[in-house]
């Protein structure tokens, strides 16, 4: 199980550089791998039935660089790397490593002198060469989605693809015509729409130098660090790994891009990661930006079609926001009939999700079910992250695993997980996707020290509930020196420690 500590804090220096190795140590056995499956394929196409005498060696290598990669790999996501396809890209990486070192030990079975045991075992060990070369594949293909983006290996062909389907329409339809969302479900902050013209201007005079020149060395140029290009709209609207916007158009309190920004050097997440922190000029320019719907080109120059550059480079934007005059003021408009009786639906997996007053923008979403709720229940309610004020998983069966998954919850005030077999992980999570949050109760969970690190970063928290926990009176009296105004509620669990006593009030 990954460290909570890890998720907390930062890793040691001398373990992080560690961790940073594992592109370089990878590529070895990936090597050695392939090269391995293609000098069995021949030796097939030649209907040899012996092993080559390179097979044996080259596993054996690769196998002995796959343990070396899953060390270097499992330090490295510590401090790099997040979302689902780092969940399978880790295990799967580490099968991989197991299988490897499996089938290495049959081509050196199948390599010995012994005629009539190697004709029984290479049939076996190709036909496992052959599934291990899939694998590696896969896991390479994992790895390529979280460094450079989803789908980064087919990309030019589907890019090619959509531009090839939309060409014929896009010459009859004027810059207000046809608009393409950036994502599939625009984030609920709303733009306040200023002349395009000017907002265009003020990205290329005043945006657009500060991205080159402290975030395009990761994310700009055709660099996808953790899946992100700066030089993309659709890129820079869309959710990361996590499920949490990078920027909410009209709404830079609610986008990521602004938070991370705003955290100290030495925090992990802190951007840009080199250099001094950006300047307050440079930040009220980006909450700008961000204000006035994030116009920029929607795809940078250097990727329009041939010829065409300067006509994308001029373009001008769609706010990709709807259309509706509701909507189009800043702020949540109120929930629809529509949202209403789909939060409604939800009461047959066992969830409450209603309105939190008569004409409210926002749910409160409880589970009085209990136990019989779980991950797959849960799942239910992420299509309405954005409009959840109030989240109660008390008693609930959910994991750490679904809380890993859950998306942003910009709006959520009160956030309760007692009573649940939530660890350090689970609550770490969830409580990063609600970082307007004022209350959190954590009471009867897994919690240890570790949340106080998450804790100290909600910057609304006033008051916390940790009985029944595994947190201690030092870790306690710490998190109180760091944010005294904030009420911890210990009750008589806690001895050792002073403040507020009593039981565990709900938030």
């Not at 007053?357 to 749910?363: H, N």
Request: charged share 20%.
């Amino acid at each position: 199980m990954v460290s909570a500590l890890f998720l907390a804090d930062a890793v040691p220096p001398a373990l992080e550089s560690f961790g940073r190795t594992h592109p370089l140590v990878i590529h070895l056995p990936l090597g050695l791998v392939v090269a391995a499956f293609l000098v069995e394929g021949t030796r097939v196409l030649q209907r040899r039935g012996t092993v080559s005498a390179f097979t044996p060696t080259a596993l054996g290598l690769a196998a002995l660089g796959a343990v070396v990669a899953c060390g270097t790999g499992w330090v490295f996501a510590e401090s790099e790397g997040s979302g689902g396809d780092l969940f399978w890209h880790r295990w799967l990486g580490i099968a991989l490593a197991v299988a490897l070192v499996a089938v290495a030990w049959m081509a050196a079975r199948a390599a010995q002198p012994d005629t009539d045991r190697g004709a029984q075992v290479t049939p076996v060990l190709r036909g496992s060469l052959l599934a291990v070369t899939v694998l590696v594949a896969w896991v390479g293909h994992l790895g390529g989605n979280m460094v450079w983006g989803p789908n980064y290996t087919l990309e030019p062909l589907t890019r090619s693809a959509a531009k090839g389907d939309s060409g014929a329409d896009a010459a009859g339809k004027d810059a207000a015509g046809s608009k393409a969302t950036a994502a599939d479900d625009v984030p609920l902050g709303l733009a306040k729409v200023t002349s395009e013209p000017d907002a265009m201007t003020f990205y290329t005079s005043k945006v657009l130098p500060i991205l080159q020149d402290r975030c395009y060395e990761c994310h700009g140029n055709g660099k996808r660090k953790g899946g992100l290009r700066l030089d993309e709209r659709a890129s820079v609207v869309d959710k990361n790994s996590e499920g949490v916007f990078i920027t909410v158009p009209g709404d830079p309190a609610h986008s990521l891009l602004i938070e991370r920004c705003l955290l100290p050097a030495a925090d992990d997440e802190a951007m840009p990661p080199k250099g001094d922190r950006l300047k307050a000029s440079e930040l009220d320019a980006l909450r700008r930006w961000i204000e006035d719907g994030v116009t920029m080109p929607e795809i940078p120059a250097a990727a329009a079609p041939a010829g065409r550059g300067a006509e994308f480079a001029a373009k001008r934007v769609d706010a990709l926001l709807p259309s509706t005059a509701a909507q189009a003021a800043k702020g949540l408009s109120p929930l629809s009939q529509k949202e209403i009786a789909d939060g409604a639906a939800l009461r047959g997996r066992g969830i409450n999700a209603v309105p939190v007053s008569v004409g409210a923008s926002t749910f409160s979403v409880s589970i009085p079910g209990g136990k019989q709720v779980d991950d797959a229940d849960f799942s239910a309610i992420f299509p309405i992250a954005g409009r959840i004020e109030e989240l109660s998983l008390a008693r609930s069966a959910v994991t750490d695993a679904a809380m890993m998954q859950m998306p942003s919850m910009p709006v959520a005030r009160s956030v309760r997980l007692d009573n649940t077999g939530l660890t350090d992980i689970g609550i770490i999570a969830v409580l990063s996707r609600a970082l307007e949050a004022e209350s959190v109760n954590l009471v009867s969970t897994g919690a240890t020290d570790a949340v106080f690190a998450m804790l100290a970063k909600l910057p609304n928290l006033k008051r916390a509930y940790v009985f029944d926990t595994k947190v201690t009176a030092q870790g306690i009296d710490e998190f109180r020196a760091k944010r005294p105004g904030v009420q911890i509620v210990v009750g008589e669990a806690v001895p050792g420690t002073s403040g507020t006593a009593g039981p565990p009030v709900v938030p």
